[in-house]
């Protein structure tokens, strides 16, 4: 057995695993398929001169015996190659019940492909049920930061006492700092739940937009759009470099959906924001999509093949709740009316319109149907719920919202009442202010049944501090009496399950345009099964 000896001489230098983990890691490596120490493609750990783990560390998608880990390699991050030669590095893997690998448990290799830029998406399966894991890598001589992971509880556990995520979106690097995200490093949560505007397109000038208080010679390769797979690589390497951004990663597993910034603003399917032709766009849509599943903690199913990516899917915790993670611009016809703030119309209103694609559609409303959960939360984009801008007759509505969408969100309302459903929560992220909907059967009339209950959260930066209430905090919620929460300011939400009622908790913070931001509770509220909409606790 040469590919064994091999392993374990391999193995014996790597003094950083117990033994235990060792063995552990060679019966892993002896599935791999011949390691090719000796090709030339290979680059020795031991000649990455730099810590490789500026990026951090991420966990993702809690499956009931499994957990999902991430990293990508890039010693010099702010450099297109990442600080590393166009060649396959070697990382070793290890999880343990415990935060100082006292009990490593599993251990293994991956391979950092520099077609992927150099990051690992490990699946570790024989995992425990519902409870946290810590995890680290090491290339070479480096060793990462420590990580901690979680499994779901089995799929018939029925009796799940809780679940309690932070939902979070909208992350403009040149708004501000991450202070949000370090905050909610220290929360105890099982889990983030990020809803898109991970990175924006934009360009980053040398000082960083609003962060000038630290970031100010940053290189010229930011201030562009992103367009090439290239551009993106080094904007995720920026965002990721952000120290608190990592340990939010470091803190908690998260399960991710995209918007539209990490493509281009409101682009729509094929169809971009300024009328690229389709077969160019895709190219860039390709990039973007290639680049998120380089950065971003989720498993095989996940990994797109050219301009296509199914983000959609279905993670379950328990009895307890069933997360029915929606895409909601990949598929989705043109916004009507030109975009933007308009006027319903015929076009908008067109009942051919959608938001999911047909096939997404009837995976969400087949889900519904079958679902035993307590809960039935949908993490998705864009707001759900009807929001007039004014109370007046001459209202407008977001058409890139599912306002402009309305016979989509019809289809989604009444399946949610065909299926029984009586404990439905969308989430929703994109509109940076922090709202709290009742969703109604109809929102013309304000007496009609509750369906369910959004939250929107806000953004972690972008837009800039804010305000408590923005100036059209009086029309906005005269005109939505469904409305039950408008904060402008910056933070995130943390939704805590259980078994009859959810709490749901609106956290801002002070400033994010200079650094040390505090954390403040704006609104409670909670919602039972049964008893729809929010409800002041
Ligand atoms: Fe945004
Ligand atoms: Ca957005």
Redesign the pocket.
Known sequence: MPELRAAARRMGRRHFLTVAGAAAALAFTTHLPAAGAASPAVLEGRRIAADPFTLGVASGDPLPDSVLLWTRLAPSPYEPDGGLPAQRVEVQWEVAFDERFYAVIKSGTATAHPEYAHSVHVEVPGLDPDRSYYYRFRAGTWISPVGRARTAPSPDAFWVPSLTFAAV??A?YFDGYYTAYRHLASEDVDMVVHL??YI?EYGVDSAGGHRGYTDRSLPAHFNNETVTLQDYRLRYALYKNDPDLRAAHAAHPFVVTW???ETENNYAGAVSENGVPPEEFLLRRAAAYRAYWENLPLRPPQQPVGADMRLYRRLRFGRLAQFDVLDTRQYRSNQANGDGWQAPSAESEDPSRTMTGAAQERWLLDGWKTSEAVWNVVPQQVTFAQRKSTPSADYKLSMDAWDGYPAARKRLLDGATAAGLDNLMILS??A?VGYGFDLKADFADPASRTVGTEISTT?LT?GRDGAQKPGNWISLTQANPHLKHYDGRRGYTVVRLGQTNADIAFKTVSTVTRPGGTLSTAATFSTGTGTPGLHTA
């Open positions: 979106a909208c403009a898109g505007d924006y918007d539209d910034h992220g994109d940076h953004s972008s």
